[in-house]
């Protein structure tokens, strides 16, 4: 029944990029893009060096950077910032909300779709039950109080994305409420936080999707009704957070316990989680503002930024919305209470609607679909099955048993959906066990041994190749007995790093085995084949060595190192060894 | 007469003369033919497979066919057809039954007289004295002109606020609106979702009850349709000895509630209302008065209830996905604009726009309190005035609510379907006239209790010699909820009776 113009419309889907490491494995890469201006070379036609222009743009950007927390930090000595904040994510469900179409990212445009999601006249919602399991589980994780009955909505505002002309969502008794968010100096949030906030969330609801339009001006617009009812859940913060990194932090943290609890599949930088935010300001030291919102009083006129797309879009849009409410009521101004967009890459926030021209959304009770009735036993049985929280995790990761930096520990927990943590624990429970004869202190460095390679070495390859995560491309056992041949130094490192890239190829010979067949064991160099080494690369540069002797440059030692490692015989020389026969050697 | 020739007699009528019934009539040809002959055979060997096997039965054109156009009588899905079934029609097939064509009605069952139909205005086949055109009723006009002039069997109707009851008033025919959530609503195009009922139309109660007996089962896709664990709750309810006492051994208990005795009653509808209960009186049975309080705000009640959630389905019609687009480019020619504000514009009739207005108004953000939360809590007066005056408990009252029997609990109320007989179309047609949409409203103050609460109701013709003619008037049977038998049963007890 579709009309041709978008039953064969070609709407290109989003293709679904699988995620690649380096984005997660090096988080702060996300907020290293500095202001253009600072990267541009310099106009002048002289030759600069490199490294001296690297030098200089780097100075630049850190006086920018403080010029802007002192012109921050000034602004919030005098005003209080809050926000709340409102996040849309998509449920990992196998069907639509209200109908049994499956749901879908990249199939064919307008192939994925029920009478009812196209609201063909006559047809009727069917809740479908399974899709709340994800959305209690994200309830769950966020320690919500699950409501025994809640009820669906109707809001209602005309666009063509939406075909009903409603979207259905639970706007007067959600199913969750009164659950909170901790967020740790970890997660980023601003030094004035401390170690520690917490903020309440308010509610979570269960909503549709629209349809995905695509715009060719000046008369053509395409429709994908795919997404169309795909599950959502709103999570809509209390106005708790005070500075703009926490915001972000806000939405990050989130992000990370809706994905590690299952119920979302992806994040912001597939689409699959969008944010939206409110933003007030008042003057301290001031009588409270006249604003209430979500219970909490005195606060100042507030606006809502829509839309956001990245934690850094949050953290940006923030900062300017705050800025321009500053400056508006330091000019004497009143703030309306308004609707406003934020585009990537600009500084200014932008009006999208007043208050005059704001959508009356007509909140309806649905009159088609029952309430909602969750029993306890469903909970219970939920709470018993939910992967543990990634604090608690990040806890045990950073305790006594495995010692790892919060930096390792972080990513291990986020990257590949838990799947990466698995793997590092089979990892490490192979690798203790193979070192049970090891003394106390060698055996309590592997965890964090292992981490490297699960994550760096591991990783590297992974990024490089452009590969999604498979715990099949080099099995546990295989890095565990390459790390335990490592540790006892059977091996030189690179030798590992070497017999590691022959396993990510595809090699499926026991660890043993490659290293048997391909000679890779180490055969120690006596001291006597080390000094004669040793001289041969002194012998290179005198000069050098004189250097170090003189001005005692030991730092200088590693480039001897270096050539010893070169053009000794490939996997025999190592390193330590080498260092130590040189400082004898040149140091006398 | 043979299924055949039975049939055959039906198209012939609705082409004869149409009435406008019919916006899409059944082909005088067609597969249609041989499924009646087959029909005939089966009646022959004595094993028909249902009591309408080959029988032609009406559609109402707000109900979804697949062979057919389902219009709902609007330009803006004048060209539209399903692409599926109503269960309804689905039920209806399977017990052998022909889909007899789609009726004419008011927009989206929006009108009490079937005159606000893109396709033109249902005539009664019923004239007056005067020979003059009359009103069939609405909003099921077309369904019980159909009926009335011999244009099929019987007829599916809808009813929201009394669309089935007061055309089969204003026709002569027997119109029956069963509780909310017997009958499937799946591919029957919503109004008001938490109002609709499909209903039905026939000759007889006996016809109608057949019907209903078809249609009467739990649907999985519709999800306001009553499960089959409620339904035999229900069934438990009623079935208790002394409710199944009543007709059987006991007389009836008969209501009538002061509150109807309204000013717009016409001495004629009042006569034949008096007339039918000293009827059942002489039979043995008892008449009470009762009190509904909360029967004077009934209608304001469902003219807000209505259009409200009518505002709300009525969203998706913009002619992207489905049904007829203006002309040329819409938007106004914005680059941002709506791309179906023209297409709204024109393909909606001037009733439908009014309760579109009407309910956005009344959902609104400063309205909503005022208007369509209190017509939520009247209703529920309205639905608890009735429990407390009928003697068979609510079987979806919430438990624990067990009221105490009293004296005046009644079995059934009966009471006019409407206040006056059918209006003249051209009174109603012409501008000039006094008529307002408000006189319209008032013709529904009988039936929109009833769908309110939910609860049976059957309109059956009963005749009163009067001084010069025969005057024709509805009388409405009430139930309380899942008592749809009795109600049937009463209204065969009125059925066709000459009073006087």
Redesign the interface.
Same mark, same amino acid.
């Given at each position: 029944m579709l009309r041709s113009w978008i039953g064969s419309g070609t709407l290109r889907s989003l293709c679904a990029r699988r995620l690649t490491q380096p984005a997660l494995l090096y988080p702060k890469a996300q907020f290293s893009s500095a202001p253009n201006r600072y990267l541009e070379p310099p106009a002048s036609a002289d030759r600069v060096p490199l490294r001296k222009q690297l030098k200089q743009e780097a100075k630049a950007l850190r006086s920018h950077k403080r010029q802007r927390k002192e012109t921050e930090e000034a602004s919030r000595e005098e005003w209080e910032l809050t926000v709340g904040v409102e996040i849309h994510a998509q449920l990992d469900t196998e069907t639509k909300l209200f109908s049994r179409a499956a749901t879908s990212t990249s199939e064919t445009p307008n192939s994925n779709v029920a009478l009812f999601d196209l609201a063909f006249p006559g047809s009727q919602p069917a809740f479908q039950i399974a899709t709340l399991l994800p959305a209690l589980r994200a309830a769950i994780a966020l320690n919500c109080e699950i409501q025994p009955v809640s009820r669906f909505d109707r809001k209602h505002y005309f666009y063509q994305d939406q075909p009903a002309g409603y979207q259905i969502t639970q706007y007067y008794e959600p199913f969750a409420r009164n659950g909170y968010v901790d967020l740790f100096d970890y997660d980023g949030i601003a030094p004035e936080d401390g170690e520690r906030v917490r903020i309440d969330i308010k509610q979570l609801q269960l909503e549709q999707d629209t349809a995905k339009s695509q715009e060719y001006p000046p008369s053509t617009q395409l429709l994908d009704f795919n997404r169309v009812s795909h599950p959502l859940i709103e999570i809509i913060t209390m106005p708790q957070i005070h500075t703009p990194a926490t915001a972000a932090a806000c939405v990050r943290k989130l992000q990370a316990i809706v994905q590690s609890c299952g119920a979302v599949t992806t994040g912001m930088e597939m689409g699959g989680l969008r944010a939206d935010v409110n933003v007030s300001i008042r003057r301290r030291g001031e009588a409270p503002g006249q604003h209430q919102y979500d219970g909490i009083s005195g606060l100042g006129q507030r606006t809502e930024i829509k839309n956001l797309s990245s934690f850094k879009a949050v953290e940006d849009a923030i900062i300017a919305e705050k800025n321009r409410q500053i400056e508006v009521l330091e000019s004497g101004g009143v703030i309306e209470g308004e609707t406003r967009g934020w585009t990537i890459g600009t500084t200014e926030t932008r009006r999208l609607r007043g208050k005059e021209g704001s959508v009356d959304y007509r909140y309806m009770p649905d009159p088609d679909i029952p309430p909602l009735i969750i029993g306890e036993d469903l909970l219970s049985s939920l709470r018993d099955s939910i992967p543990t929280a990634p604090d608690t995790l990040l806890t045990l990761l950073i305790g006594s048993e495995f010692n790892l930096p919060i930096e390792d520990a972080k990513p291990l927990i986020e990257l590949d959906n838990g799947a990466r943590l698995e793997y590092y624990y089979d990892v490490v429970d192979i690798l203790r066990s193979l070192q049970v004869d090891q003394d106390d202190k060698t055996r309590s460095s592997l965890a964090r041994v292992a981490s490297n390679w699960v994550l760096h070495e591991l990783g590297g390859l992974l990024a490089k190749a452009d590969r999604p995560w498979d715990a099949e491309i080099v099995p546990a056992r295989s890095l565990a007995h390459l790390i335990d041949h490592l540790q006892r130094k059977l091996i030189t490192g690179p030798t590992a790093k070497q017999v590691l890239a022959i396993l990510f190829d595809g090699d499926h010979r026991p660890v043993p085995q490659i290293l048997e067949e391909e000679n890779l064991l180490l055969r120690p160099l006596s001291r006597e084949e080390y000094i004669a080494l040793a001289e041969s690369v002194i012998a290179l540069n005198p000069q050098m060595a004189e250097q170090i002797r003189s001005k005692n440059q030991l730092g200088k030692l590693g480039w001897f190192v270096g050539q010893m490692m070169r053009t000794g015989e490939k996997g025999r020389v190592e390193a330590p060894k080498a260092e130590k026969i040189l400082r004898d050697l040149i140091m006398g | 007469m043979s299924l055949l020739r039975e049939a055959e007699r039906c198209v012939a009528n609705q082409y004869a003369h149409g009435f406008n019934a019919f916006i899409t009539p059944l082909s005088r040809a067609g597969p249609w033919l041989d499924r009646v002959k087959e029909a005939d055979v089966r009646k022959e060997e004595g094993k028909p497979k249902s009591a309408v096997d080959g029988r032609l039965i009406s559609i109402k054109d707000n109900?979804?066919t697949r062979e057919l156009p389902?219009t709902?009588a609007s330009g803006i %899905?004048d060209k539209?057809t399903?692409?599926?079934n109503?269960t309804v029609v689905d039920q209806l097939e399977a017990a052998g039954a022909i889909i007899a064509g789609k009726t004419n009605m008011d927009e989206f069952g929006m009108g009490s007289h079937s005159i606000n139909s893109h396709f033109g205005p249902v005539k009664n086949p019923r004239r007056d004295s005067s020979g003059e055109d009359l009103s069939a009723g609405g909003s099921s006009g077309g369904s019980a002109a159909s009926v009335a002039a011999d244009q099929c069997y019987a007829s599916l109707g809808t009813d929201t606020g009394g669309s089935v009851r007061l055309p089969a008033a204003y026709t002569g025919t027997v119109g029956f609106k069963p509780s909310y959530g017997l009958i499937s609503?799946?591919?029957?195009?919503?109004y008001?979702? !938490?109002l609709d009922t499909v209903g039905i139309l026939g000759k007889s109660t006996a016809n109608v009850r057949d019907i209903f007996n078809i249609l009467n089962q739990h649907d999985?896709?519709?999800?306001?349709s009553l499960s089959i664990s409620s339904r035999s709750r229900i069934q438990a309810s009623i079935h208790t000895p002394e409710l199944t006492s009543r007709l059987a051994s006991a007389p009836l208990r008969i209501g009538v509630p002061m509150e109807y005795n309204v000013s717009e009653l016409t001495p004629s509808v009042r006569r034949a209302w008096a007339l039918s209960l000293a009827h059942l009186k002489k039979q043995g049975h008892t008449v009470h008065s009762v009190s509904l309080p909360d029967t004077k705000h009934a209608l304001s009640t469902y003219y807000v209830v209505g259009p409200?959630?009518a !505002?709300?389905n %009525?969203?998706?019609y913009?002619g992207?996905?489905?049904g007829t687009r203006a002309e040329g480019?819409d938007g106004d020619g914005k680059?941002d604009g709506? %791309?179906?504000s023209n297409t709204r514009g024109q393909g909606f009739g001037q009733e439908v726009k009014r309760r579109i207005v009407l309910g956005?108004f009344t %959902?609104?953000?400063d309205a909503?309190d005022n208007y369509?939360i209190q017509a939520q809590r009247v209703r529920r007066l309205v639905q608890q005035d009735f429990d407390a005056v009928f003697a068979a408990k609510n079987p979806l009252a919430a438990q624990g609510t067990d009221k105490s029997a009293k004296d005046n609990d009644v079995d059934v109320i009966i009471c006019p379907t409407a206040p006056s007989s059918p209006p003249r179309l051209s009174d109603l047609m012409s501008k000039s006239t006094k008529t307002s949409p408000l006189d319209a409203y008032v013709t529904d103050v009988f039936t929109v209790p009833a769908s309110l609460a939910g609860l049976p109701a059957i309109s059956v013709p009963v005749t009163v010699s009067g001084e010069k003619d025969t005057e024709l008037a509805g009388i409405q049977v009430i139930g309380q909820y899942g008592d749809d038998q009795l109600v049937m049963k009463v209204g065969e007890m009125l059925e066709g009776r000459n009073l006087d």
């Open positions: - | 109900i979804c389902t709902c %899905l539209f399903s692409p599926f109503a609503r799946w591919g029957v195009v919503a008001a979702n !938490s999985q896709r519709d999800p306001t409200a959630e !505002s709300s %009525l969203a998706k913009d992207v996905r489905y480019p680059p709506y %791309l179906f956005t %959902l609104s953000a909503i369509f």
